[in-house]
Structures are given as structure tokens and as C-alpha cells.
């Protein structure tokens, strides 16, 4: 199932995100049509004046919240894939999801829906991931066996610790907003959000495209990987920090978003093999174009929205175990 020609693969899917923006932007409630978008992005009036509220202050920022989020999640899933020579592993493998998750619930339980539910999802997303790896830190480096263990025990305590922050939550108003929080939803993004994890989701999947070379290294045998000098522990801190600067920062705004992470990066890898110069911007395209289209559908199939994350796996999880099937489960070329 692997492309012959990556690049006719990566324009493939670079039209399909263009064709999903405009479609997300058209679809709605309230529709608007593709001449009005044309218009609006030329910096002409539209013929229908409320379309350029509906497109600029609604549409648009909520659009480019879901491209950061599957980007981001798809990239974090590759850098994690290649450190542990396994596909089937995704952020949620460190505990930075479960740790920023209960941070953004303390954060509604203490102040509302405020910045301040961002600011504690990111901290709490980073204190989760320093408390795994000095879990995991052992004389000579970091064994992925530990870390993997680590980042389960981590998980549970937050999780756990997360259901407490619900159960003394006040039922009318805190409890709802933090379990729907936690589906993950992006119906109240806004620019703000955009420009608050944006840079950081860049800066993190700059991180891993800079050492590219040596996810490919390190996705071979830890011997393999030594011979050819790389140092693994270090790359391995890199990719943990970059991952995780990602996961909490989406999660900060956007809740938690399961299965982006694990299914894109195995579907790219399909079309462009295990090369990750070619399978990180694949990842970051197809993952970006998964979840816009996702979310489209969230906001427009039922009268009440979708929370997220329901759909991404309830549409991901058959489709993936398909492709998973037709490729008898492969990683590598």
C-alpha cells in the first residue's frame, strides 16, 4: 500500500485539506456559499453581509484550531512511534493527556472557563511528563520498558484524580462543563486560541522535523541506533519534550482529542513509508484534514454538537483497523 511516488501522495492530500477548509468554511447552519468565501478572502464585501462575521469571527478560527490540533497531534504520534519502534503508541503513552487533562478540570472546578483553565492544562501537561521521566530515569539513560510503565502509573493517578475533581464538582454548572471539556470540543475557539497554542505546536513539531534523520535511526535497534553515534537518551528527552509541549498545549484549548495521534501517522506511513521526512509532513497534513473534517461533521450532523473525540473515534478506529488488516499490521517498507 506504499506510494511509489510520496510527492503525488503529499499533493493528493494537500488538495483534499485545501477542498475540507473550504468545505468546513461553507458548512454550517447558517451556509455560505464559495463565491462570498472568495470574495472574503480577496478582501472584497461579500454579496451576503453577515457571511463575513460568519466566516471571520466563527468559522475561520475554529477551522484553524482543528488544523493545529490533528497537525499536532499526528506529529507528537510520530516522534512517539519512532522512539518506541512501535505504531500503536500515542501522547497518551507519557500521561501528558490524563496530567493536562486534570489540570484544565481543576483549572473550570477553581475559576470557570477562563485563561486560567489553559495555563493549569499546560503546567499540569508538563509536571506529568518531568514526573515519568525522573520515574523512568535510571543509571545510564532511559529504558523504554520503564518509561512506558511509568507513564501508565502516571495516567491512572490523574486519571483517578481527575474523577475526584468531578465528583466534588458542583452538578448544575462546574461538572458538565468539565465532561464536555474533556470529550474534547472545539465549538468555543477563537483567535485567541489560535495564537495561544499555535506557536507552541509549531515550535514542537519544528522540534522533531530538525532531528528527522535520527527518528529514523532511532526507530531501528537500540544497538543499530548507538553504532551509527546516536545518543539515545538525549534524542529521547528531545522527542519527549516536543511531544509533550504539543500535547498539552492542544489539550489546553481543545480538550482531549483520542486517536488522532495513533491512526494518522500509521495511514501516512502506508501512503509514504517509514521515511520521516516524508512521514512527518504527510502525518501533519492528513491529521490536520482528519480532524477538520471530523469536526465539520461534529457541528453539522445533529441538532446539539458532537464532542469531538467521540467522533474521531467512533469514524477512525473502524477505517484504521481495515488499513491495519490490509497491510497485515506492517511498519516498515
Request: charged share 15%; glycine share 10%.
Amino acid at each position: 500500500m506504499i506510494a511509489k511516488k510520496p510527492i503525488l501522495a503529499e499533493s493528493i492530500l494537500l488538495t483534499l485539506l485545501l477542498l475540507t477548509v473550504i468545505a468546513s468554511l461553507c458548512a454550517g447552519r447558517y451556509a455560505v456559499n464559495i463565491a462570498d468565501i472568495c470574495r472574503i478572502a480577496a478582501g472584497m464585501e461579500p454579496a451576503d453581509p453577515r457571511a463575513r462575521t460568519v466566516i471571520l469571527s466563527l468559522r475561520l478560527p475554529r477551522v484553524l484550531l482543528a488544523g493545529i490540533c490533528g497537525a499536532g497531534l499526528s506529529a507528537a504520534g510520530v516522534g512517539l512511534q519512532a522512539m518506541f519502534g512501535n505504531p500503536l503508541v500515542s501522547s497518551h503513552i507519557l500521561g501528558v493527556s490524563a496530567s493536562a487533562g486534570f489540570g484544565a478540570a481543576l483549572g473550570i472546578l477553581l475559576f470557570g472557563r477562563t485563561w486560567a483553565v489553559q495555563i493549569m492544562a499546560v503546567l499540569f501537561g508538563f509536571g506529568g511528563m518531568f514526573i515519568v521521566y525522573a520515574m523512568s530515569r535510571r543509571k545510564g539513560g532511559t529504558g523504554i520498558l520503564v518509561l512506558v510503565l511509568s507513564g501508565v502509573i502516571v495516567t491512572a493517578v490523574f486519571e483517578a484524580l481527575t474523577s475526584l475533581i468531578k465528583y466534588i464538582a458542583d452538578p448544575e454548572e462546574k461538572l458538565p462543563a468539565i465532561t464536555y471539556y474533556l470529550m474534547g470540543s472545539l465549538a468555543s475557539a477563537s483567535f485567541r486560541d489560535v495564537f495561544s497554542a499555535g506557536p507552541a505546536v509549531a515550535a514542537g513539531i519544528a522540534g522533531l522535523w530538525i532531528i528527522r534523520w535520527r527518528l529514523n535511526v532511532i526507530s531501528l535497534s537500540e544497538d543499530e541506533a548507538v553504532s551509527l553515534g546516536i545518543d539515545i537518551p538525549r534524542i529521547r528527552a528531545l522527542i519527549v519534550i516536543a511531544t509533550t509541549v504539543i500535547a498539552a498545549s492542544i489539550v489546553s484549548v481543545c480538550g482531549i482529542v483520542s486517536f488522532v495521534g495513533l491512526a494518522a501517522p500509521h495511514f501516512a506511513r502506508m501512503l509514504v513509508g517509514s521515511d520521516h521526512s516524508r512521514l512527518l509532513p504527510t502525518s501533519v497534513i492528513l491529521g490536520g484534514a482528519f480532524v477538520l473534517a471530523v469536526d465539520t461533521l461534529c457541528r453539522t450532523a445533529a441538532a446539539s454538537e458532537i464532542p469531538l473525540s467521540i467522533v474521531t473515534a467512533v469514524v477512525g478506529a473502524p477505517v484504521f483497523a481495515f488499513l491495519l488488516r490490509r497491510s497485515e499490521g506492517g511498519l516498515r517498507d
